[in-house]
DNA sequence: CCCGAATGAGACATCAGTGTCTCGCAAGGT
DNA sequence: ACCTTGCGAGACACTGATGTCTCATTCGGG
């Protein structure tokens, strides 16, 4: 009887990532429970957001810490990382897009701590020596947060098999478009 | 006295790519003028964006045929289509976030030549031998548009300097964050 | 089996944004 | 100098979404 909390956000994720302006009405429908008991549990549109950056936030800090990103060399840390983020590619696509988020006085800490721990791992691959060190570290951790973004809008609409999300991000990611005469 | 109406939509389209939700009164005022001339040059909210729809794409038209994308290697050909899209970023940044566009029965046919075209450089370059045959044309123009709008926002929220923009776009982009033995 | 807690459906007031209209005014052409 | 045209400001009604409330129902524990 009682209405599972994670499993509403899940559908409201689902749902808005496709549909950023669904309405309350259309949240929970999708999730299957009437628009009073959705209220009952997220006092309004602001509070489902919120709940969602939360969730969101937790999921990439899991998938971080799975990934062991200081584990082996920062090249296989980063397909671990990609590999354990792709469930929540959606979602984050959401909430990047989501700039209500970023405007308010007290933006969720939590980003600083994922931006953080990204922007580390590629700084540690440029002091292996694996990386470039001509691409900052800030600009390579947006271009996975958009990378990642835009391979989940792409599997969403088609344009871009489900199977091949992991491999397109991190080839891309890694190596680029240009062929290089070792392949 | 008479409006600008290019400069209107300008104006716009820079609010807009920062602040998707904003009202017909917040774009009004950007632009200096009343929410009711505002509605005499735009018969509502979607007859704007449908303009900056149509004013993005020409934009990107303008900007592929300025790059002479059949001129040279397809490497120089991408490398002045970046160029030449610099100034319209934000613009399609804010377009490709705005999925009503393609929700629709009818989406703007202007989209698909872009895209088509886009993806023949592309395979230009795979068949030349220059690009990797693993990554399908169509993902690398996926990607080439996300990274053009997680540009524009990078920049935009000061991440990324203005005058890097190109630079890290059509780096990653082409060599990838992988540092190789010849560089 | 019974009772309390939670839900679904619907009614309702409220509010923000929209679209339309009028009126006074300023600009620019003739 | 006149007069047409377009603009700004404001008033207004309307719509869609929101948030709150009530009430009947149903589920599930004791």
Known sequence: MTVDREQVLRTAAALLSRKATATMDEVARAAGIGRATLHRHFAGRDALVKALEVLGIREFEAALDAARLDEGSAEEGLRRL?????????????????????????????????????????????????????????????????????GAWAVQDGRVAAKDFQYMIVELLLGGARRNVEQ
Chains 1, 2 share one sequence.
Do not use: K
């Open 82 to 150: 990609i590999a354990e983020i792709e469930p929540a590619a959606g979602l984050l696509a959401f909430l990047v897009t989501e700039n209500q988020l970023f405007e308010g006085a007290h933006v969720n800490e939590g980003w600083g701590r994922l931006d953080a721990r990204v922007s580390a791992h590629f700084r540690r691959g440029q002091q292996q020596g694996e990386f470039r060190i001509d691409l900052t570290p800030a600009w390579l951790t947006e271009a996975l947060y958009g990378l990642i973004g835009t």
